[in-house]
């Protein structure tokens, strides 16, 4: 199938509907009480290449992650249930000849009860994170998880730990898929973020201890205007998307954010 410049066109809307829907934002945590928030980073990187051996395809593809939240019972800041939504994908703008394919696409419903101060606050929830395929190339897991933050007017700390509820790896008939998604990803991940008046460089890294493996990504923005931010991106490590759990990558991307 092969997507028309009209497409295209359609999708940038889709940011566009985010921006206004959601307002001004500076910081991810910082957005008051809105029926449509942000929650994680929502960017779009025009220009991604990857050293990922999955799939045939481009090195060099567009990668975007679109992730919002909704209040459902609360203020719709602290003391709030809330219900959201992400989705990461890798589309494959450049590869004319195979017809320009979605290589692949993460899947990431959650729900969780915000709790806490302005400073000091914790998230506890469930999430569920797949990539929509059948075996073997299907990967998904299900966890429980707390996640406390930390908030100033220049470092953002926020650790995430968890309890892995199921997954549809270490199966032992599928030898692609013999190894466990813990084995990789551990059981919690850090994200720390510097704020100045015109960068912020945020890096998110996981580590299992007992396996020696794990991730490394880090943000960097520049503002453009007071909803845009000119961001690059690094990854280094195993579990870039699902498909790539247990394969160890290197990702480097540019394009724009409008959150962070």
Sequence with gaps: MRYPGGFIKL???????????SGSVCAQEEQGI???????????????YTTSKKDTGKRTELKYQFSIRIPLFGDGNRNTFFGAYSQKSLWQVFDKEGSRPFRETNYNPEVFYRTGGDNFFTDIGYAHESNGREDPESRSWD?????FYMI???????????????????????????????DFYGFGELRI???????FISTLSRYNFSKKKGAWETDVSFPMTDNIFLTFQYFLGYGDTLRDYNNFTSRY??????NR
């Design 193 to 199: 973020t510097a704020k100045l008046d015109w960068l």
């Design 34 to 48: 809105k029926l449509i928030q942000l929650h994680k980073f929502n960017y779009i990187h025009p220009f991604s």
């Design 143 to 147: 966890i429980l998880y707390l996640k």
């Design 253 to 258: 991307g540019v394009g724009v954010m409008l």
């Design 11 to 21: 999708f940038m809307r889709l940011f566009i509907f985010i921006i206004l829907a």
């Design 152 to 182: 100033s007017s220049v470092l953002n700390f926020d650790l995430k730990i968890w309890h892995i509820l199921a997954e549809d790896q270490g199966r032992p008939d599928i030898p692609v898929k013999t190894q466990k998604i813990q």
